[in-house]
Every structure is written in structure tokens, then in C-alpha cells.
């Protein structure tokens, strides 16, 4: 009995074998990859892909490095010497947007001008050629027989002799005139008709003596939009120049970033030669070389990284200050800026009374309350003179010559509810710009309230990566020397110097922030560099300096790591 259990127990595979291949195969479900006939393998997959040359790209980054600092050598001609202050006078004189904001200016000066010009007088002339077919009369029927002695002579009463023509000496004459015409054979119709061609010349002069006012709120209304359009030339102004000094502080910091980086080079290029050399002694084994090339591998990609973010920063600063792209940068900042915290409330007061973009709402407002006055004036009568020359050549009778003075006096009874509407209109213009206003505070609020807040993040980062850098600048100088005495490996001095690079990169970072941080503070309370002069006040009274024009780039301990 046992041998037929273990005889049956050996053969079950088999007949299991057997059935499962007689039975059909389930069929394939192609997947949106690949159909189910081509799928690669697992191990296919990781090892072939994007994987593939991989090794080729690592092994030419050292040439393309080079040839990004061959592009950067190729910037001819001698560096522009920046600071904040030149970056902030360049931008205001030479880009596009001050050109713009000026134009505007000068249409809203001229405009005054416009409404001006109606209190003065309105001269004009005119020469008109006129030519006219006209349809030749009979004059004879219209004198009823002029020419009859029946009727111009005898003493019947008629215009005779002894009748009224003896005893008018100007009827006489238009007699002789008329008669000596009809023995001719002409018509009177050459005394009375005009010409068919005609040259008309005329003077005439114009003057509006009253116009219900409407004149003088017009002159008002464009006076108070000149003076609007120059608050807003000045915010935009202050916004380039808020755009100036981030620009430039963005290069500063890209810059600050990039010695950064390359020091890292340099010290894991070192770590690299003091692993290979104990390599080759037999102190360490090979995974510590292959540790620091690749750590050597991805310092050089930040590198590039890094010159990357420098040549778009520098792209932007040249275009904020309107200077060629090919223009090379010699940047000098150094961020000398007081810590203090401003008190929000008298900031924001502050504010209110220098923001450009409050000052050009209220004269707005002021525009619109002065063409709510030329409306009302429609209702009012309005007076006028006139003074016409004119001279007809060939008109005849019918269009008398010589000079004519007129004066007029018009009032509007009904307009069809025209002055109505638009006195509503002009109402609502005005309640409209009040509410602008009210929530252009709120956000000029807003903004001194976020440049605070970020003011004080910004100080309390530079306090905190400050510490993080002194305490990574000392863990490297420790794990160099275990390393140095045998007790440390090269991992750990790989992780203190990357510890160290994090930490000073940061550390510029909220170095950065700090500056564009008060820039935007400056900008929100409406200060400016060219308007204040050299030295910023705050509002507390605690004087604020700017960068220096004469500093280093970054700060010195910020631009290279210690412990190199």
C-alpha cells in the first residue's frame, strides 16, 4: 500500500503537466505600452530605455562645461559696472515703459490746450467757385412796357415829363439806365441775375462770450487728468524701478550662487584626489572613489545649473535697463541694510498720502466731479458774436458784399432727456472712481503689510541659515580631520561639504529676499532712490542705507565656502 501512495504521488505532476497544456491558452490583452506579443521583460526594460548613452552624456560634461565658459568669454568688450542705484537710474532713462509713461504726459498736457482754445476767438476763411446754369428771363413783361412813350411820357401822370421821374432825380436815372439797356437790346435780367460762375470769398470770426460754464469745466476736467496722468507716469515709474532693483538683485544672488558652485567644484575635485590617493595605498576601497566621482558629477551639473540661472538673470537686468544683450556685466552690491521692523500702521498712513496710484485716483476723481459741472452748464443759455466779410465776384444784386455783425443768444428748451442722462452718467463716473479708491487703499494696505511680513521671514532666515552655515562649515573642518586621521570615511566629508554648499545657498538666498523685501516696501509707501535722494528715511525715523556702490558682489563670507 505504501509503494501505490508513492507511486501515485510521483506521477501527479505529470498528469497535471498534461492537462494544463491540452487546455487554451487565455489571449493576450495588448496594453497602450506595446501589444502583448512584443512586451520587453522586466530586465529589458530597466536596463534599455532612456538609460541607453547615459554614459556618453556623463563622460561629456566636462566639455560642456567649458563650452559654457567659452560663451561666457565671448561677451566682448569691457564689462558695464553696476549697482542698484545705476541699474535704477539706466531703467528709468532708457527703457521703453518711462518713454511711454512720458508720451502719455504729453497727450493729457495737450488737452488742456484743446479745451483752451474754445474761450478765444474763431477765425476761419473760405474761397467757393460756384457754377450755375440759370434759365434766361423776359424783364419786359416784369416793367410792363417801359419803353412806351404812352406810358413814360405825356402829362397823364405816367413817368413822363412833368411826372415823378422830373421830380426824382434817382428814378430818373434808374430810367436813363433801364432804357439806354432796352436800346441795346439787353435785358434786365444782366442787372438783377447773377452770374453763372461765381467766386464767393468770406471772413468769418467767431467768439463764444458765455457757454453756461461748460468751457471753463472742460479746462478744469483736462487740467485735473494731466495732473492724474503725471501721478501715473510717476507709479509707473516707481514700479520700473522696483523691477530694476530685482532684476539686479536676482543677478547678484545668480552670481553669488555661482562661486558657490564652483567652490564646490573645486572642493569635491579635491575629495576625489585625496580618495584615488588613498585608493591606490589600500586605506580605502573603490566604492569611496566611485562615491566622490559621482558626487564630482552632480556638483559640476549644479555648476551649469547655476551659470544657467545667471546668464537669464543678467538677460533680464540687460532688458530692464535697455542696454544690448551682448553687453558684459561687472555687478558690485553689497546689502548693507539696517534690520528694523516698521510700524504697519503709520507705514500704511504714510502710504496713503505718497502712493502715486492714490494721488492719480483723487485728481481722477477731481476730473470727474468738473465734467459733472459741464454737463449741468448745458442747461444754461449760451452767447455769441459774429463778424462775416464776404465779397461775391459776379453775383449781382441778389448777393450783396461787405461786412455783417451778429450776436446770438441759444437756449437748449428740451435735448429729448439727453442732459438728463448724462448728468447721471457723470454721477456714476464719480461714485465709481470713490470706490476705486476705497479699495486701492485696501491693497496699498495689503502690500506694506506683505513687505513687512517678508521683511521680518527674511531676517529671521539670514539668522537661522547663518547659524546652519557656521555649524556645516564646522562639521566639515571635524569629518576632513577624522578622514584625515584615518577615523572618518569619505562619505562623511562628501556629506559636510554638501551640507555646507545647501547651507550657503540658502543663506544667499534669503539674503535676496531681503533686499527685494525692502524694494517692495519701498515701493508700496512710495518711496523712490532718484526722488529721496541718497539716504532713505523710514517712517519710524530710523534711516535706512542702501547697497553700497562700492561693495563686492555678495558678501565675502558668502561668496566663498570656508574651510577651502
Request: glycine share 8%; net charge negative; hydrophobic share 40%.
Amino acid at each position: 500500500m505504501k509503494c501505490l501512495i508513492l507511486a501515485l504521488a510521483l506521477l501527479a505532476p505529470f498528469f497535471a503537466f498534461g492537462q494544463e497544456s491540452t487546455a487554451e491558452p487565455a489571449p493576450a490583452i495588448p496594453t497602450a505600452a506595446a501589444p502583448a506579443e512584443v512586451q520587453p521583460s522586466p530586465e529589458a526594460y530597466e536596463r534599455g530605455g532612456l538609460l541607453e548613452g547615459s554614459e556618453e552624456i556623463v563622460s561629456s560634461l566636462e566639455q560642456f562645461v567649458a563650452a559654457q565658459e567659452a560663451q561666457e568669454d565671448a561677451l566682448a568688450g569691457e564689462p558695464m559696472v553696476l549697482t542698484a542705484r545705476k541699474c535704477v537710474e539706466l531703467a528709468l532713462s532708457q527703457n521703453a515703459q518711462a518713454f511711454v509713461a512720458q508720451d502719455d504726459l504729453e497727450a493729457a498736457q495737450a488737452r488742456i490746450g484743446q479745451a483752451r482754445s474754445r474761450m478765444k476767438p474763431q477765425v476761419k476763411g473760405s474761397m467757393t467757385f460756384t457754377h450755375t446754369e440759370f434759365n434766361t428771363r423776359d424783364m419786359s413783361s416784369m416793367m410792363g412796357g417801359l419803353g412806351g412813350t404812352s406810358s413814360l411820357g405825356g402829362s397823364s401822370g405816367g413817368l413822363g415829363s412833368g411826372g415823378l421821374l422830373q421830380q426824382r432825380p434817382v428814378l430818373n436815372f434808374l430810367k436813363s439806365q433801364i432804357l439806354g439797356g432796352m436800346s441795346g437790346g439787353s435785358s434786365l435780367t444782366s442787372m438783377f441775375e447773377a452770374e453763372d460762375d461765381i467766386r464767393t470769398d468770406k471772413v468769418e470770426l467767431n467768439q463764444v462770450f458765455y457757454a453756461g460754464g461748460q468751457i471753463r469745466a472742460a479746462i478744469n476736467a483736462s487740467k485735473f487728468l494731466a495732473e492724474s496722468q503725471e501721478w501715473q507716469k510717476e507709479a509707473t515709474l516707481a514700479q520700473l524701478e522696483y523691477q530694476a532693483k530685482q532684476a539686479f538683485y536676482d543677478a547678484a544672488a545668480s552670481a553669488a550662487l555661482v562661486l558657490v558652485a564652483e567652490a564646490s567644484v573645486t572642493s569635491f575635485e579635491r575629495n576625489l584626489a585625496d580618495a584615488q590617493q588613498m585608493f591606490d595605498v589600500g586605506m580605502v576601497s573603490s566604492f569611496e572613489v566611485l562615491r566622490a566621482q559621482t558626487e564630482l558629477g552632480s556638483r559640476k551639473a549644479d555648476l551649469v545649473e547655476a551659470r544657467n540661472v545667471q546668464q537669464l538673470a543678467q538677460a533680464n537686468l540687460r532688458r530692464t535697463i535697455a542696454v544690448p544683450q551682448d553687453t558684459p556685466l561687472a555687478l558690485e552690491a553689497k546689502l548693507d541694510w539696517v534690520p528694523y521692523t516698521p510700524d504697519v500702521d503709520e507705514t500704511v498712513a504714510f502710504a496713503y498720502e505718497h502712493r502715486p496710484e492714490i494721488l492719480a485716483l483723487k485728481k481722477g476723481l477731481d476730473a470727474a466731479k468738473a465734467d459733472l459741472d459741464r454737463v449741468r452748464g448745458q442747461y444754461k443759455p449760451q452767447v455769441g458774436g459774429n463778424i462775416q466779410w464776404q465779397n461775391v465776384d459776379g453775383g449781382g444784386f441778389s448777393q450783396p458784399d461787405g461786412w455783417t455783425f451778429s450776436v446770438a443768444s441759444q437756449l437748449d428748451i428740451y435735448a429729448g432727456g439727453r442732459r438728463k442722462h448724462e448728468t447721471v452718467e457723470s454721477k456714476a463716473k464719480i461714485q465709481s472712481i470713490e470706490d476705486q479708491l476705497k479699495d486701492l487703499e485696501g491693497l496699498v494696505e495689503l502690500d506694506v503689510t506683505q513687505a513687512v511680513i517678508q521683511i521680518k521671514d527674511s531676517l529671521a532666515r539670514i539668522a537661522s541659515e547663518n547659524g546652519t552655515r557656521k555649524l556645516a562649515k564646522e562639521g566639515l573642518r571635524l569629518a576632513e580631520l577624522r578622514f584625515q586621521e584615518g577615523v572618518g570615511t569619505q562619505s562623511e566629508t562628501l556629506d559636510a561639504e554638501l551640507a555646507l554648499t545647501n547651507a550657503e545657498r540658502s543663506l544667499v538666498q534669503a539674503l535676496r529676499d531681503l533686499a527685494v523685501a525692502y524694494s517692495s516696501l519701498e515701493r508700496a509707501i512710495g518711496k523712490s532712490w532718484v526722488k529721496e535722494g541718497e539716504e532713505k528715511t523710514a517712517v519710524s525715523g530710523t534711516p535706512v542705507a542702501e547697497p553700497a556702490p562700492d561693495a563686492a558682489a555678495v558678501p565675502e563670507q558668502q561668496a566663498t565656502p570656508a574651510g577651502k
